[in-house]
C-alpha cells in the first residue's frame, strides 16, 4: 500500500468511527429521554406535599437590575407556595456594593429573607455555607443570582422529593437574553439540548450528573452528611472555587461509596439565566465550566461505579473522548485534504463528507443556519477552550466575575520594568541592559571611591577613559 493510499484509508475510517460512536450515542440519549419524560408523566401526585424550602441566592459583582429580577421571581414563588420558605442573599464581597445596597436594603426588611452582606470575598462555596448553616429546611433551593425562575413551576421541582429515595433534583434551564444576539440564541439552543436531552436520559436512571447551578434543589439530610467535604474539595493541593454544581451532586449521589440517592431532572421546572454575548465572555465561561468537568472526572467515574449503569458510563466516555477525538481528528484531515486531494479529490472529501453527514443526521434544531454557526462555534471556539481547560486547569479564576480568592496578587511593577519570565530564566532586554548598566555604574563608583584618594594625595585628575565611561552611562 502507498503512502497516498494510507492518507486516505485511515482518515476515513477514523472519521467513520467517530460518527458512528457519535450517532450511537445520540440515539440512546433520545431514546432514554423520552423513557424519561414518560415515566414523570405517568407518576402519580397523591396528596399535597410542602416541605419547608430555603432558598440560597450567592451574589458577586452582579447588577442591581440582574438581582433586583432574580429576587422579585423569589418573592412571587414564595407567595405561590404554600409551605414554609426562607431565603437567605449572601453577598460574597462584591466591588460594587454601593450600587447593589437599595436592591439588599428593598429585601432586607421582607418576611422571611435575610440578607448577608459586608463580608469578604471568598467563593461561591463559602457564600454558600453561610446561609446553608443557618438554614432548616428539609429542601435546600440553590438560585444563581443571575437567575429567573418561573414561579409558577417551582412545585414541579419540590414533587421530586415525595420519594425518598431522591437527594437531588434539577430543573430545565433556558437563556434569558437569547434574543441579545446569534451567540446567545446558539447558546439557548445548546441548553434545550443539554437539558431536554442529555438530563432528562441521565435522569431516567436516578443519575443526573449535574445539577445544574442555577436552579436546583438538594434534600437537607442528603447534603448535609457531606457539607464540609463540599466546602473543603482541593484539586492538586489547592482549594476548588468552581465546579461546585457538579460536586454537590455527586456527593449526594456516591455518599461515602455506596449508592445513597438519586438525581433527577424535571422537565416542568422552568428557570431563565443570562448567559455571556460575547465570544470572549463565553470562551472564558467554558474554559471554567471544561475545568470543573476534567477536575470531576475521577468523582463521576467513582458515581458510575455505585450507580451500575451501562449507559452512564457511555455517556461519560462520549461527553470526554468525542470531543478530545475530534480536536486529534481535524489537523489529520486538514493534512489530508492538503495532501491527497489534488489526486484524488473524492476520496480525500470522504472523510469530511462523513462528518457532514453524522451532523446533518444529528441534527436538533430545524434552523439550518443556526446549524451551521453552531458547527463553527464549536470548532473554533468550543474545541479550544476544551484545550486551554486542561492547560490551565490548575486555576480556579472565573474569568467573567473576576478572580477565585487564592489567585489575587500583589501589586505588579510598572511597565518594562517587570520582567516576563520566571525566576532564573531569561528577561526581557530591556530589564537586562538596565541590569548590566547598572552593575556597571556600581563597579565605576567603586573605582572612583579607590582612585579619589590617591589623586588627592598625587595630585594627578582623574583616569579620562573612566570619567567618559561615566558619561555614557548616566541617565
Known amino acids: 500500500m502507498t503512502l497516498l493510499d494510507d492518507l486516505l484509508t485511515k482518515p476515513s475510517a477514523l472519521a467513520a468511527f467517530h460518527s458512528a460512536w457519535a450517532l450511537a450515542y445520540f440515539h440512546l440519549q433520545a431514546r432514554y429521554a423520552a423513557r424519561s419524560r414518560s415515566v414523570l408523566r405517568s407518576a402519580p401526585h397523591a396528596g399535597i406535599y ?78 454558600q455555607d453561610a446561609a446553608v448553616r443557618e438554614g432548616s429546611g428539609e429542601l435546600v433551593l440553590m438560585i444563581d443570582s443571575d437567575t429567573r425562575i418561573d414561579p409558577s413551576t417551582l412545585q414541579a421541582l419540590v414533587d421530586q422529593f415525595r420519594d425518598g429515595t431522591v ?17 446567545t440564541q446558539l447558546i439557548d439552543e445548546r441548553y434545550r439540548i443539554r437539558f431536554e436531552q442529555e438530563r432528562a436520559a441521565q435522569g431516567f436512571f436516578g443519575a443526573v450528573l449535574c ?35 457538579i460536586h454537590a451532586t455527586i456527593l449526594v449521589l456516591t455518599g ?26 463565553y470562551f472564558r465561561q467554558q474554559v471554567r465550566w471544561n475545568r470543573s468537568w476534567f477536575r470531576e472526572l475521577s468523582w ?16 461519560l466516555l462520549t461527553q470526554t473522548l468525542l470531543p478530545l477525538g475530534l480536536m486529534a481528528l481535524v489537523p489529520v484531515l486538514l493534512a489530508n485534504l492538503a495532501l491527497a486531494l489534488p489526486q484524488r479529490p473524492v476520496a480525500a472529501l470522504a472523510p469530511v463528507l462523513v462528518l ?4 446533518v443526521i444529528l441534527r436538533q434544531t430545524r434552523s439550518t443556519w443556526r446549524f451551521a454557526a453552531y458547527g463553527l462555534v464549536y470548532a473554533l471556539l468550543l474545541l479550544p477552550a476544551r484545550i486551554w481547560a486542561l492547560r490551565t486547569l490548575r486555576s480556579d479564576s472565573w474569568g467573567t466575575r473576576g478572580k477565585a480568592p487564592q489567585e489575587a496578587k500583589a501589586p505588579r511593577a510598572p511597565g518594562y520594568l517587570r520582567p516576563r519570565a520566571r525566576p532564573g530564566a531569561s528577561v526581557h532586554r530591556p530589564v537586562r541592559r538596565l541590569a548590566q548598566a547598572n552593575a556597571v555604574k556600581a563597579e565605576l563608583a ?8 590617591v ?3 598625587s595630585g594627578s585628575p582623574p583616569d579620562r577613559e573612566l570619567v567618559e565611561q561615566d558619561a555614557r552611562l548616566s541617565p
Open 256 to 281: 461515602d461509596g455506596r449508592r445513597e440517592h438519586r438525581s433527577v431532572y424535571a422537565p416542568d421546572a422552568t428557570a431563565r439565566t443570562t448567559v455571556p454575548s460575547s465570544l470572549s465572555a
Open 50 to 127: 410542602r416541605p419547608s424550602v430555603d432558598v440560597v441566592v450567592a451574589s458577586y459583582n452582579e447588577t442591581p437590575e440582574t438581582l433586583g429580577a432574580c429576587c422579585d421571581a423569589l418573592v412571587q414563588a414564595g407567595s405561590l407556595y404554600g409551605g414554609e420558605w426562607n431565603v437567605w442573599l449572601v453577598d460574597d464581597g462584591s466591588a460594587n456594593l454601593e450600587e447593589l445596597e437599595p436592591v439588599y436594603g428593598r429585601f432586607r426588611a421582607r418576611p422571611g429573607w435575610t440578607v448577608l452582606t459586608g463580608r469578604p470575598h471568598q467563593g461561591k462555596r463559602k457564600a
Open 455 to 457: 589623586g588627592a594625595v
Open 211 to 245: 445539577c445544574a447551578g442555577p436552579f436546583s434543589a438538594y434534600r437537607r439530610s442528603a447534603l448535609e452528611p457531606h457539607w464540609a467535604r463540599y466546602l473543603s474539595q482541593e484539586f492538586l493541593g489547592r482549594q476548588c472555587t468552581s465546579g461546585d454544581d
Open 167 to 183: 437527594g437531588a433534583a434539577t430543573g430545565s434551564i433556558r437563556v434569558h437574553n437569547a434574543a441579545d444576539n446569534w451567540l
Open 356 to 359: 457532514c453527514l453524522s451532523g
Open 446 to 453: 567603586a573605582a572612583h571611591a579607590v582612585l579619589e584618594p
Open 300 to 315: 463521576m467515574l467513582r458515581a458510575r461505579r455505585v450507580v451500575r449503569s451501562p449507559y452512564v458510563l457511555f455517556d
